[in-house]
């Protein structure tokens, strides 16, 4: 049983900030209950592979897919989905057991059986994509396939945090008819068990998702179909919101909009729902870059951040200062990097680099995704060269790429400084530690770490009282923070807006901030 009452102080409940009069029942009698509802969102799926993917593919992966384990609204621990029921058999949890729903079936009518599991785990360790989910797996050992109803996961070591790793849709249930053991699909085709089927999918444009008749797990779906259009700009998808285009928008608003929604939802139809996450954004430092390897450049860097003038001036308070890699609310969160450097000092950075030797400015270019986080991104980054630049310490050059391709050049190595945003794979401080440290990461750039690998994360996995581990994760983000290889920048809020007729957006981002788009649906009644 895990204990996460002292673990979760933010994400056990759910903020609703209600910018419209009245309230909606559904119905099932609705005439609008077979309409399609319209979502918008910058977030597009980098593949279409669960085993490719560690990154925001997850979202579609979530509504067509289906994995053993999944949140349901308001859950703080995965439940069964795909499985009947799970739990360790031993009591060293090194042995996970889970059961199968009977008669459960992929959406072209194959059976989803055992083995149908223990080859969609199997393939995601045999592709072993660079910077993909294999990274989650190095706790497990192997899989067994016992009869058709029973799947047994055996670890090399204690892992308390398994299931939340089994609910993440990087551990969608595949295929074996329909996807090669040891290559990706490559034919742009969905087969899943989860509760929508794939009806069509225009790459960078949009996703049709119908009701799957076959599914069998716990998504209550209010709705019979969904299509997500994807955008490339932040303001042409809020103007599409406000014109009645799209119904609904999360992942990517503009602070501004976010604030002139808020404001003016009365006067425009819509309303604004808050929901408090762990969502974080931080910089990627590349060893292999001559400056970025330095430590010195880091850490005047990190001097030089001004991380309020980022909030405020860029993001209008949307999100907040963050100081440590694990985010406020979770166990283990501490302000390191606020505590070492203080406020901001060019002063300082100037002493940092001089003790190294480094009089001259530092020439740095610095990368991040058009798209995938949303129109804001790009004045943030113009903000940090400027910061940066301020006193002729350093001189920035700003790069960029839509996400499609962004991913496959941070995997490469090519990026010295880059951006990223981390959306949990599941609510545990766990997750802002391990994915970014050891040989196969998901920033796809090794960073050998052994004491955090090989002693502070499997002691905290053995604890099955996820509030007890703050020890662990306290000393792993000092040791971050001594390399100063990453750097926090910023926690956010997920905002969903919506017209005043769409139900269900309070309840759609789960945990690990993903939406579930079954819980939309159109008001019948005022």
Known sequence: MFKRDRYLRQMGAITSISLVAGCGVFSSDSSDEGKSILVGTTSEPSTLDPAASWDNSWELFRNVHQALLNFPAGASEPEPDAAESCQFTNGSSTV????????????????????????????????NVNGGPAGLLNSLSRVEAKGDQEVVFHLNQPDATFPFVLSTPAMSIVDPEEYPANELRKDGKVTGSGPYNLESY?????????????????????????????????????????????????????????????????????????????????????????????????????QIVDRPALAHNI???????????????????????FDDFGNPSATKARQILADDGITEPVPLTLWYTSDRYGSQTKPAFEELKRQLEADELFKVTLKSRPWKTYVGGYQKGEYPVFGRGWFPDFPDADNFIAPFVGEQNAL??????????????????????????????????????????????WQGKQHVAANEEIGGAENAIDPATMMAMWELYWKTSW
């Open 315 to 337: 993001y209008k308070d949307t999100v907040e200062p963050l100081y440590s890699m694990i985010p406020k609310g979770l166990v283990g969160h501490t302000t390191g990097f």
């Open 96 to 127: 996970y057991s889970c059961k199968l729903r009977t008669g459960l079936k992929f959406s072209n009518g194959h059976k989803l059986d055992a083995k149908a599991v223990k080859y969609s785990i199997d393939r995601i360790k045999k592709i």
């Open 202 to 302: 225009e790459e960078g444009k949009q996703a049709e998702l119908v009701k799957n008749g076959n599914y069998k797990g716990i998504a209550d779906r209010k709705n019979n179909a969904v299509t997500i259009r994807y955008f490339r700009d932040s303001a042409a998808m809020a103007d599409a919101l406000r014109d009645k285009q799209i119904d609904v928008v999360y992942r990517g608003l503009r602070a501004s909009d976010i604030v002139d929604i808020q404001d003016n939802s009365g006067d425009e139809g819509l309303q604004l729902v808050e929901n408090p996450t762990t969502e974080i954004s931080y910089l990627v430092f590349n060893p292999k870059d001559p400056w970025a390897k330095k430590i010195s450049v880091r850490k005047a860097i990190a």
């Open 444 to 489: 796809g750039t090794p960073y050998d770490t052994p004491e955090i690998t090989g002693k502070l994360i499997p002691d905290s996995r053995r604890e099955s009282d996820r509030g007890a581990v703050a020890p662990e994760f306290e000393k792993a983000q000092q040791i971050l923070l001594d390399d100063a290889r990453l750097l926090p920048l």
